[in-house]
């Protein structure tokens, strides 16, 4: 029970990681806010959980402020604090630059990088309040390397780096620790239309020979969720097997 009686909220949890997520910390005793655009993925999420755990679902998309302020205010109403959000969700629309539409460029920057922006400020009052607090913020080793036909991704994962840094800076003093996860390429619906040559190459180029589980940044997650990272503040842990990309 690492997460006894804290609340966080997921996004993305209706799907591949958030979704492993959201099972792993009702597991560890959590009460799971798992908030999704996907309707039936965050309700089948929620149905898993309340087997033995609690939570509920928050049909949120990201990059609409009211609904993520309407979330935060939610989740105040029903559970009194909010300890930790994890800001997962993510899309990608990939194409070379040559290219790549302006919609192509905008949705992905309105969701990877401005939906962060304003889940974060949707809870940030409440936990400067609280004077406690964790935000997780999930980047990626395109962010840190960069990757072909990614330029809208890796400059929002990348951005995510320079948000995680600073807000560390500025929201340490209030109690409040702000960390970042770059995942290499993880077994998920993303992953499932990358092309099955580009895996096998990833695997190969990858030290420990497997592409990476969702539970393997689930668990990454709960360290930082957790008391046991209570000294980890503006930090990037990468979950990748090693890989160079
Ligand atoms: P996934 O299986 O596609 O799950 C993402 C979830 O986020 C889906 O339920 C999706 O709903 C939801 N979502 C999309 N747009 C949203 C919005 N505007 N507001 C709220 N929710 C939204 O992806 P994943 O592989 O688990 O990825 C999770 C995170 O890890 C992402 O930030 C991704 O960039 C990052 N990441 C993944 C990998 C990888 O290899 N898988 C590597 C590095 C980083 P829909 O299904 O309706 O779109």
Redesign the pocket.
Same mark, same amino acid.
């Not at 908030?35 to 996907?38: G, I, L, M, Q, S």
């Given at each position: 029970m690492r997460l006894e009686n804290k609340v966080v909220i997921i %996004?993305?949890?209706?799907? !591949?990681? !958030?979704?492993?997520t959201a099972l792993l910390f009702a597991k560890e005793g959590a009460k799971v806010v798992v908030?999704?655009?996907?309707e039936k !993925?965050?309700e089948e999420t929620v149905a898993e959980i309340k087997r033995n755990g609690d939570g509920f679902f928050f049909k949120?998309?990201?990059?609409?402020r009211e609904q993520s302020k309407q979330m935060a205010k939610t989740v105040l109403e029903k559970y009194g604090k909010i300890d930790v959000l994890i800001?997962?969700?993510?899309?990608?629309q990939d194409a070379f630059v040559s290219k790549m539409t302006e919609q192509q460029w905008d949705k992905v920057i309105?969701?990877?990088l401005k939906?962060v922006f304003n889940c974060i400020q949707a809870v940030v009052d409440i936990m400067m309040n609280q004077g406690s607090g964790v935000i997780i913020n %999930?980047?990626?080793?395109?962010?840190l390397n960069g990757n072909v036909g990614q330029v809208n991704?890796s400059a %929002?994962?990348a951005g995510l780096i320079g948000m995680t840094k600073t807000l560390a800076k500025e929201l340490g003093k209030k109690g409040i620790r702000v960390n970042a996860?770059?995942?290499?390429?993880?077994?998920?619906?993303?992953?499932?239309a990358?092309p099955e040559k580009i895996l096998e190459m990833m695997k190969e180029k990858t030290p420990l020979r497997r592409? !990476?589980k969702?539970e393997d940044?689930a668990n990454a997650y709960l360290y930082l969720a957790s008391d046991e990272s209570n000294f980890v503040n503006g930090a990037v842990l990468s979950v990748?097997g090693g890989l160079i990309i």
């Open positions: %996004t993305g949890a209706g799907s !591949g990681i !958030g979704k492993e908030a999704d655009v996907n !993925g965050g949120l998309d990201v990059s609409n800001n997962n969700a993510g899309i990608v309105d969701i990877n939906g %999930t980047s990626s080793i395109v962010g991704y %929002t994962k996860v770059a995942p290499g390429f993880i077994a998920t619906p993303m992953t499932a990358v592409l !990476g969702p940044i990748d």
